[in-house]
Every structure is written in structure tokens, then in C-alpha cells.
């Protein structure tokens, strides 16, 4: 049983990211009027997708397959992952007041006003018999904001303790950093690759989905013009706020310079491109960062960590965890705290962080009594 404290909800947070790996489920107490949240004690949970459900999800982001059936298939996995994460921390349904469901995206072209998650949210409050909001990023891009990212309000509540300004990084997939300025201002923006050029490339040359621990990419020598070729990508050098599609430096994989190069030296390459694109864009904010905080999956990764606390100098460079939170929670946390916001109607995007003219909410809410009284 949960112990919610007095004045809060219990919220669910459900993230599967642009690493294509599975979903995150963990938890938040979040504060009635949405402006404070509590950390849970309960551990966050991680359901795998199938290799073929991986393979699936990666060819309709290239524009083959089913999407309806693929739809239903993840919403299924959703459901799984929510019901696991509920018995292993002893949590009855009826104690969890939403669920924020965030779905795989597919694509991500907010320039074209166009961007999609997969997941349907009838279907997994059916499925839980819980409260669930989905579709977090389209009315943002509606309103012709980028769509993305949209956890900067989330790490401006866990860091309102340090010492300002400071970054909060994501590495998933795509990378993404929150700058928190001396009096709290947020801007936010995608730096560049994050983990998909690696896992991507990995598994192209060792079968691998991924390089754990960054051991292989220890071994090898970056080659730096090619590193370069993503620097002086324009992208790079563009103001926040911005955002990528998974895919958006896929080119390099295709350079002719990797056929003569080591799986090591691809990997260290690859690597240092990360770690290169995600330091050069703390320079596209008004102060320089106290301390760069490193959150997602990429922070598992000590090769890259030791690539941007070198390609940082001086600054530190920190997994979360230093700061006491518990890293493998924090984005499906997130968005446990923008379900709420958006059941309250409060904004959870914002000129500098999305692009958006004003502040923005969104979400579509599923009332889990509503689809009961349908049937």
C-alpha cells in the first residue's frame, strides 16, 4: 500500500523513449494544485520490448509497417509494465489517481507541424482500469511550438535546491537539456544525437543493440573529422528552442570513412560525437552552468560520461544520482507530473523551452468511469 502524503496525488509516469528499448514506469506524489511534487519510495520498474517489437517500432519509423497494429501491441506492453510495476510495489489501482502515458514516437516533425506518439489511452485505462492522459505533444505543436522537450518544468521542481544556473541533460535517444537560470527562468532545447547513432551503428556492426557501459568505444580512437561533420551540422548552431527527430543525423552512419575504421574506433567516434554536440550547446545560453547533471540511459554509459566531463573542462559533470534522485525514474516521472498538470489545466511548455507564443498545456484525458459506463 502507498503512503500518499496529505494534500497529494499518487501519479504514474510512463516513458518509452527514442532509444527504442522498452518502457519506463516509476511514480511521483504531486501536489494538488500541481506546484510541488514528492519523490515515492516505490522503485521504478523497466518492462523490455521484444527484439521484434524493436524491430517493428524502428521500421515505421522508417515508414514501413502496420501502425494500428503496432499501436495496440505497445498499448498491450504499456499495460503489462503498469500492472508489474503495481504488484512488485504493492500499489492497488484504485490508490493511483492518473496515469501519464507518453507512447513510442514514431515522428517528430514539428517544422511541418506534425508530430506522433503511438499509444491509445482508452485502451490502456481499459486495460488498468485507471485514469490516463496521452497525446502530451500536439496541441504544443499546434500552437507552433516544437513539441519538445517538455520536461523542463519537472527539472526545475527537483533542482530548485542547487545552486542556479544549472543543466539538466537527457541522454536517450536524442539528448536534450534544460538550462535553469540564476532565478529560475527555464529554456530547453534537443542538443543533438543522444544514444541512437551509437545503439543504431552497434548493432549494425556486432549485432549488439547497445554498448553497454561504453566498454567497446573505450577502446577505439574518435576520429575527429568526422566527430567534426556534426558539429558544423547547422543545427548545432541554431537558438534554442529546438527539437529532433530520432533520425536526423542518421546520414553519418552512411560515410564512407566508417568502412575502413574499427568497430572501437566507430564507437569511440560515435561517442565523442555525443558528448561534443551535447557540451557545445550549453553555450547557446545566457550563463554558463554551476554543474551539468546527466539523467537517461546515456548516463550508464562511463565512456561518454567521461567524454563530457572532459569536453566540460572545468565545469562538473554528475549523474543524478549524486543529487539523490534515482536517475532510471525521472523522464516517466516527468511525465506523471504533466498528467496532472494537464487535468489541472496548467501549462506545462513555454516560449523559451518549446517555442510556443504563450504558455502552453495540453493532453487528452481518458476518464476511466467514462469508458465503463460506455460498455
Known sequence: MSNKPDGYLLAIGLMSGTSVDGVDVASLYVSADGKHVLQTDHQPYMLDYSVSTRSDVIELIAGNGNE????????????????????????PPSDVYVIGFHGQTVLHDPNNNMTKQLGDGQLLSKLTGIDVVYDFRSEDVAQGGQGAPLLPIYHQLIMEDQDLPIIVVNIGGVANITWIGPNGQLMACDTGPGNALIDDMMERCTG???????????????????????????????????????????????????????????????????????????????????????????????????MLKRAAKECPVVAIESLGFNGDAIEAQGFALLAVLSQLGLPYSFPHTTGVSKPCSGGILVDHADIMHQT
Not at 494500428?68 to 500499489?91: G, M, S, Y
Not at 580512437?221 to 542518421?250: C, G, M, T, W
Open 68 to 91: 494500428k497494429l503496432l499501436e495496440n501491441k505497445l498499448t498491450q506492453h504499456h499495460a503489462q509494465a503498469v500492472e508489474q510495476f503495481l504488484q512488485r510495489n504493492n500499489i
Open 208 to 306: 549488439r543493440q547497445l554498448d553497454m557501459h561504453g566498454q567497446l568505444a573505450a577502446k577505439g580512437i574518435a576520429n575527429q573529422e568526422l566527430v567534426d561533420k556534426v558539429i558544423l551540422d547547422d543545427y548545432l548552431s541554431k537558438s534554442p528552442p529546438k527539437s529532433l527527430d530520432r533520425n536526423h543525423f542518421h546520414w553519418l552512419l552512411d560515410d564512407p570513412a566508417f568502412n575502413a575504421m574499427t568497430d572501437a574506433d566507430i564507437m569511440a567516434t560515435l561517442t565523442e560525437v555525443t558528448a561534443q554536440s551535447i557540451i557545445l550547446s550549453g553555450k547557446l545560453f545566457p550563463d554558463s552552468a554551476t554543474k551539468w547533471v546527466i539523467t537517461g540511459g546515456g548516463r550508464h554509459n562511463q565512456t561518454l560520461m567521461m
